[in-house]
């Protein structure tokens, strides 16, 4: 299916169906022609309801608001609707509440996004009726019009935007036997060389021992599979801020000698989501011609049991000097993170964020649907959760303090590697990275837990049952919100 702008009117362009979209409560605008067969059949357009108007070739999609994240939900039922039927093309105008740039960018990430389909381990793949969806950049209210050129940026921002979020759902959902850390770094290795303005250095074990990155080498040790740290630069015409990304990259946790019970085992392929979503923000940033430089850093690999495994009474040196107990071989994210962080400080970012599916205490303390943001600075916290909930992605902030970061202290090493206590997981995790966040870097380190939303075992919204892609349109409407404020 291939998304189209046009700039002629909604009556003039010619598709199979039209699709209306309809608020609960004040139903009745200038598009919605046939009241009598919507009264007739009960539609109240409530969000998720659809009407068909077979006699006039529309779809009627009901509402409760036309704010962004509605839109973006409509349009995931409509193309649910129209693919049950035989129509080959579809066309919409331009709905919203305040802003229609922000409205038609938010429908170009709606049926984008929902349009993805897994199918890489099918042997039968579905053909796909609907050919194109054209979009007019005519509004259902008359007194609102757009600028054609803003529109096209709009346009483009959108398929972008949802693209590189596609591009992401895709990696994490491939599974550990395809997507070892080698061949994630393959496949990094290729973006790079498909996509302009953007170079990557894949870096071996050697240089893991050389750059004494104990901690991460400890827990790749027992896997077959040898681990990569990943570098991706993009280095745009003109740059406004160093930016650093960094992405836990577990193509597997089985929790290590402390290990995972087998239903908590299923799913773990998506222990690489931070990873493939620095991936996913930094291709899509290329695409977009931002105006940063962006570091993205991500370490990959295996969590696995073996006679060579690292064991809970280790002790590991980390990069940066500190020495870490190890209480438990299934917190080796952050284990991983740490060296990664400390590496990602070397070349000073401004802004240096993580994403990672830290832990599950994140998922019992927000919910599933939604990410844990942390970090020191309350200014840079507010200024990423406002972009993160205009691009639809749910968020919430946890907060850091004293008596928990005292929960990591170890009788044998400088910390341990989980908390004494059980309550607060997510934030003593957090607060356990924070020991590697150079004094200066303090508050220009975000982390971002995704464990919740990162990967679904049932669809919701305008997500698919399996990977959301979470962490990238956060990313990307934070660094799109950026450019306004650095100019
Ligand atoms: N990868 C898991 C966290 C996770 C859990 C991600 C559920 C996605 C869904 C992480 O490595 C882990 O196992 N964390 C432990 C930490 C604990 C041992 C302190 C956890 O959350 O149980
Ligand atoms: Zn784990
Ligand atoms: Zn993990």
């Known amino acids: 299916m291939k998304l189209e702008l046009s700039s002629k009117k909604i009556a003039s362009i010619k598709a199979d169906i039209e699709i209306v979209f309809v608020k609960e409560k004040t139903p009745f605008h200038r598009w919605v022609r046939n009241t009598k067969l919507l009264k007739k059949s009960a539609f109240e357009a409530k969000e998720e309801q659809v009407c068909f108007d077979f006699k006039d070739d529309i779809l009627y999609v009901g509402t409760d608001s036309f704010e962004s994240d509605s839109l973006r939900l409509c349009c ?180 290590g000698l402390s290990l995972k019970p087998s239903n908590y085992m299923t799913t773990m392929k998506s222990d690489k989501s931070g990873a493939c979503t620095v991936l996913g923000i930094i291709k899509a940033a290329a695409s977009l011609e931002l105006p940063f430089t962006i570091d993205a850093y991500i370490g990959a690999c295996e969590n696995m049991i073996g006679g060579n495994a690292y064991k809970n009474d280790d002790v590991l040196y980390a990069r940066n000097g500190k020495t870490i107990e190890v209480r438990n071989t299934d917190a080796e994210g952050r284990l991983v993170l740490a060296d990664v962080l400390d590496f990602a400080q070397e070349k000073n970012p401004d802004y240096l964020i993580d994403f990672a599916t830290l832990t599950g205490a994140c998922v019992v303390a927000l919910g599933e649907y939604t990410s844990g943001i942390m970090g020191h600075s309350d200014e840079l916290k507010c200024s990423f959760v406002s972009s993160a909930l205009k691009s639809g992605e749910l968020v919430g902030t946890l907060p850091f303090n004293k008596y928990l970061k005292k929960l990591l202290k170890s009788e044998v090493a400088d910390l341990s590697n989980i908390s004494s206590s059980s309550y607060g997981g997510a934030i003593t995790a957090g607060l356990f990275l924070d020991n590697f966040i150079q004094e200066k870097n303090k508050d220009k380190w975000l982390h971002v837990d995704i464990a919740g939303p990162a990967y679904l075992e049932k669809a919701w919204g305008y997500n698919q049952s399996g990977a959301s892609g979470a962490g990238v349109r956060m990313g990307l409407y934070w660094l799109v919100d950026m450019i306004k404020k650095e100019k």
């Open 76 to 255: 995931s039922v409509a193309l649910k609707a129209i693919g049950e039927k035989k129509f080959k093309s579809a066309k919409i105008g331009l709905y919203c509440e305040q802003n229609p740039l922000e409205s038609l960018q938010a429908l170009c990430e709606g049926f984008e996004l929902s349009n993805y389909r897994f199918e890489k381990y099918k042997s039968t793949k579905k053909q796909q009726v609907l050919q194109k969806i054209i979009i007019s950049t005519e509004c259902f209210n008359p007194e609102i019009s757009i600028d054609d050129t803003k529109a096209q940026e709009a346009f483009e921002r959108g398929v972008l935007i949802a693209k590189g979020t596609n591009f992401t759902k895709e990696i994490v959902n491939t599974t550990p036997q395809d997507m070892t850390p080698k061949k994630l770094a393959k496949l990094a290795s290729d973006t790079a060389k498909e996509t302009e303005g953007l170079s990557c250095i894949i870096y071996d074990e050697k240089f893991l021992q050389e750059q004494k990155m104990g901690a991460f080498l400890a827990v790749a040790r027992a896997s077959s599979e040898p681990a990569r740290l990943i570098h991706l630069q993009y280095k745009p015409k003109k740059s406004l801020k160093k930016i650093a990304l960094v992405g836990k990259g577990l193509t597997y946790d089985s929790g």
